[in-house]
C-alpha cells in the first residue's frame, strides 16, 4: 500500500539487526576484560593472568604431573599452535629453558606469549590475541575446559 514506508521500514529493521551485531561483537571481544589497565595492550602480567584463570596448562599437562614433558609438549604443540614453525617459533628445549626434562607452567607460558606476540613488542594488540583466543575453535572465550591453548 504505502510503498513510500516501506524503505524506511527496512531501513529500521537494518539498524535494529546492525546494533544487535554489534553488541554481540561487544560481548564476545573480551580483551578489555583481560586488558587490566585498559591501555589496549596486554601485557605479561595481564598475559599470566588470564592463562592462570583459564587453567590452560593443565590442558597441555596431560598426566596432571604439574610439568609438561616433550610428548605433552608435542602434542600440545599440534593441537593448539596451528601456525607452529620451529625455526620461527623454537624447539621444547629452547622453551624448556631451566633445561630440566620437562617445562614447568612459568615457562610454557613464556613460550606462548612469545608464540603470539608475532611482532615481538612484549604486549599482545588485540589482533594477537585474537590470534591467541580464536585457536582450535574454543568458541566462547570463557571456555568451557576444552578450548584453545
Ligand atoms: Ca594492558
Ligand atoms: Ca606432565
Ligand atoms: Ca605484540
Same mark, same amino acid.
Given at each position: ?5 516501506l524503505?524506511?521500514?527496512? @531501513? +529500521?529493521?537494518?539498524? !535494529? ?5 554489534s ?5 564476545e571481544?573480551t580483551?578489555g576484560? =583481560? ?5 589496549a #595492550?596486554?601485557?605479561r /602480567?595481564?598475559?599470566?593472568?588470564? =592463562? ?7 590442558? =597441555?599437562?596431560?598426566? #596432571?604431573? &604439574? ?5 605433552? =609438549?608435542?602434542?600440545? #604443540?599440534n593441537?593448539y599452535? $596451528? ?6 617459533h623454537? +624447539?621444547?628445549?629452547?622453551? /624448556?629453558?631451566? &633445561? $630440566? ?10 613460550? @606462548?606469549f ?5 611482532? &615481538?613488542?612484549?604486549? !599482545? ?10 585457536? $582450535? &575453535? ?6 568451557s575446559?576444552?578450548?584453545? /591453548?
Open positions: 500500500m504505502n510503498a513510500a514506508k524503505p524506511l521500514f527496512g @531501513i +529500521a529493521v537494518l539498524g !535494529l539487526l546492525l546494533s544487535v551485531a553488541c554481540r561483537v561487544a560481548e571481544d580483551y576484560r =583481560w586488558d587490566a589497565d585498559a591501555d #595492550r596486554l601485557d /602480567n595481564e598475559f599470566t593472568t588470564a =592463562w592462570g584463570e583459564a587453567a590452560y596448562f593443565s590442558r =597441555w599437562d596431560a598426566n #596432571r604431573d &604439574g610439568t609438561v614433558d616433550e610428548s605433552e =609438549w608435542n602434542a600440545g #604443540r593441537t599452535l $596451528s601456525r607452529y614453525d620451529e625455526t620461527q623454537g +624447539a621444547f628445549t629452547d622453551w /624448556n629453558t631451566s &633445561g $630440566s626434562g620437562s617445562m614447568s607452567e612459568d615457562e610454557l607460558r613464556v613460550g @606462548i612469545t608464540y603470539y606476540d608475532t611482532d &615481538g613488542d612484549n604486549y !599482545l594488540s588485540q589482533d594477537e590475541y585474537r590470534a591467541w583466543r580464536g585457536t $582450535s &575453535g574454543g568458541g566462547s572465550a570463557t571456555g575446559g576444552t578450548g584453545s /591453548n
